[in-house]
C-alpha cells in the first residue's frame, strides 16, 4: 500500500490528493487504526481506446454474485498513459539476467 501511495504521488499529486491523504491516514505508522480486513485485486496498465476517460473496467456498484468470501472485496484501477514503458521498467528490474 506504501507503494501504491509513493506511486500516486509521483505520478500527480495534486489529481490523487484524495487517495494518497485516505492512504496515509491508513498507514499511519505512529497511531494505526486498526482496518477491517479486506480481498484487494489491484489493475494497472494502459487506459482502452474505446473506453472513456474514469469508465471503470471493472462493476463497482454492486458485489458480484460469484464472490463469497465474508471479506469486503476492493478492486483498485490504475489506468496510466503510457503505462506500458512504468510496466516494462518494473518488470524488467524484477527479472534482469545475471552476467
Same mark, same amino acid.
Given at each position: 500500500?506504501?507503494? &501504491? ?5 509521483? *505520478?500527480?499529486? %495534486?489529481?490523487?490528493? +484524495?487517495? $494518497? ?20 485485486? &489491484? ?5 482502452? *481506446?474505446?473506453? %472513456?476517460?474514469?469508465? +471503470?473496467? $471493472? ?20 489506468? &496510466? ?19
Amino acid at each position: 500500500m506504501r507503494q &501504491l501511495q509513493r506511486l500516486l504521488e509521483d *505520478r500527480d499529486p %495534486e489529481g490523487h490528493a +484524495a487517495a $494518497i491523504l485516505s492512504l496515509d491516514r491508513a498507514l499511519t505508522v505512529d497511531h494505526p487504526r486498526p482496518l477491517p480486513r479486506t480481498n484487494l485485486i &489491484l489493475i494497472a496498465g494502459n487506459g482502452a *481506446r474505446r473506453r %472513456e476517460d474514469g469508465e +471503470a473496467l $471493472i462493476g463497482w456498484q454492486k458485489m458480484p454474485e460469484e464472490y463469497k468470501a465474508s471479506h469486503d472485496l476492493q478492486v483498485v484501477e490504475l489506468i &496510466l498513459t503510457d503505462g506500458e514503458v512504468l510496466i516494462d521498467g518494473i518488470y524488467s528490474t524484477l527479472w534482469q539476467e545475471e552476467a
